[in-house]
């Protein structure tokens, strides 16, 4: 395991990062480190060119509207087949909120206004009235992702698209549909703020497991104290 080194590209780090979800990349580096592997960090933005072949792991996290559109015709242009030949190669990639929006068909935000996806999840996503807010806690295999979510988009998962979870309590997708984010192999994007990884472990050892290519039960335990309190904590605030 030692001789392992995690690879992640974060994309659109300036523009794609409320919430701290910078704290995603944080969680992960700490959680390689302790354990003895490797981690290299590689930062793509506007007009940056992606090697295909060269990350574990793609990260995106949330934005404003505003960021958004700049980066959603970057990643359909610039980024889109590098972006396609890592997750068909079975490359993860983990996106939140503004960032999962833009893995889609499309993000409608008002009349005469759509953003392009990049259409590696089956789904678009559409503005609505207010906006859906607050703690929320999601059922996934059995197991709970904690976080906080924070959006004016309503996603709708195409008739196939697997959700990433259930939802326990909060809005999720679009407030109604009682799903919460999506997955396709190993693409994942959820609405989940907090930052999502360090209130939730287990979630960010499936990743690391999933970007070495290992099971996450073949990966060293860590002392998880202080992240069993996190994770409890979010959970409690969720009312869950
Ligand atoms: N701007 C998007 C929305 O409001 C995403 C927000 C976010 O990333 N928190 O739906």
């Not at 958004?68 to 590098?82: G, I, S, W, Y």
């Not at 990639?93 to 996806?117: D, N, R, S």
């Not at 939730?200 to 335990?221: K, M, Q, T, Y």
Request: net charge negative.
């Amino acid at each position: 395991m030692s001789e392992q080194t995690m690879r992640i590209a974060a994309l659109y780090p300036d523009l794609l990062n409320i919430y701290a979800d910078r704290g995603n990349l944080l969680m992960l580096e700490r959680r390689c480190a302790w354990r003895g592997i490797g981690f290299e960090l590689t930062r793509s933005t506007i007009g940056d060119e992606l090697d295909p072949d060269a990350h574990d792991l793609l990260y995106l996290g949330g934005g404003q509207d505003r960021d958004q559109q700049l980066c959603a015709v970057d990643l359909t242009t610039v980024k889109r087949d590098a972006v396609h030949a890592h997750a068909a190669r079975g490359g993860a990639v983990l996106a939140v909120c503004g960032g999962y929006q833009l893995l889609g068909h499309h993000y409608a935000l008002e009349p005469g206004v759509t953003l392009p996806g990049v259409g590696l999840l089956d789904l678009h996503t559409e503005r609505g009235e207010g906006r859906l807010i607050g703690n929320v806690a999601i059922e996934v295999d059995g197991r709970t992702l904690a976080g906080f979510e924070n959006h004016g988009g309503r996603t709708i998962l195409a008739a196939g698209q697997e959700p990433l979870g259930r939802v326990l309590s909060g809005h999720g997708n679009t407030g109604v549909s009682g799903f919460e984010g999506a997955r396709s192999g190993n693409v994942v994007g959820t609405y989940l703020h907090g930052p999502l990884l360090p209130k939730n472990a287990w979630f960010a050892d499936e990743l690391i497991a999933s970007a070495l290519g290992v099971r996450a039960d073949e990966l060293e335990p860590l002392d998880d104290r202080f992240e069993d309190a996190a994770h409890a904590g979010a959970r409690r605030a969720a009312g869950v």
